[in-house]
């Protein structure tokens, strides 16, 4: 019954380093995304994926790349983090039939950069 | 873009009553979606509303997608200290994948006991 999950949980980065985050899905999802989430921010889009092998940018994309080579993963991966990147990530799926709006989200990952 | 207007931002309540909250836009949306955060977890569909007018229930929630198709509310009657949380509205337009879903900002929901 595992559902979305992501790992790290936790993280903690210096500025410049680079790191990536895993999201697994065991519901075969075709739609994935990656969120990010701000104190009075709400929750923003950085990219999301349609399907295998394909990714594309959301509101908030810069600073973040994304790889979908397998159905039931989708990457997010920081090159040279920024203190800005500091924030709580999560990732999504949906079945990508009519009923879109309804995501099933992860746990979250915490990130800071120092 | 397009944005929510969620509101209230946060509320103080006491165990046992009830709560209200809503989400306005100036956009028009064919789905309105109501979704809660506990701490430290991801966000847990509540309900989703596809027809104006409609009005669901899940237990002690209920929430209604508005007749002008610009606003929903979410109603929690007699609280429980586990509605504690993030409550977030989430609009969608005809036609749009859960790309374009536009969330609202969150009220967070605070009982005293």
């Known amino acids: 019954n595992a559902g979305v999950t992501q790992t790290p949980k936790f993280r903690v980065l210096k500025t410049g380093q680079s790191m990536t985050l895993l999201c697994a899905q065991d519901m075969n999802h075709e739609y994935m995304y990656w969120y990010r989430q701000d104190p009075g921010m709400g929750l923003r889009l950085i990219h999301y994926?349609?399907?295998?092998?394909?990714?594309a940018k959301g509101e908030v994309p810069d600073g973040y790349n994304v790889s979908r080579l397998k159905k039931q993963n989708f990457l997010l991966g920081l090159e040279s983090a920024a203190p800005s990147q500091t924030s709580v990530y999560f990732c999504a799926s949906s079945s990508g039939t009519d009923r879109t709006g309804e995501l099933f989200f992860g746990e979250g990952s915490r990130l800071t950069v120092l | 873009g397009q944005q929510l207007n969620q509101s209230p931002q946060s509320m103080f309540i006491q165990e046992g009553e009830d709560v209200s909250m809503n989400c306005t836009s100036s956009s028009i949306f064919n789905t309105w979606l109501w979704y809660k955060q506990d701490p430290g977890e991801g966000p847990v569909l509540l309900i989703a509303?596809?027809?104006?007018?409609e009005l669901t229930s899940n237990g002690r929630l209920t929430a209604q997608f508005g007749i002008t198709r610009k606003d929903s509310f979410l109603n929690i009657s007699a609280s429980i200290p586990s509605d504690v949380g993030i409550y977030f509205c989430?609009?969608?337009?005809?036609?749009?994948?859960?790309?374009?879903?536009?969330f609202g900002q969150g009220t967070r929901l605070t009982i005293n006991p």
């Open positions: 509303l596809y027809k104006a007018g």
């Open positions: 989430a609009g969608l337009s005809l036609g749009q994948g859960a790309q374009k879903l536009v």
């Open positions: 994926s349609v399907g295998e092998g394909t990714t």
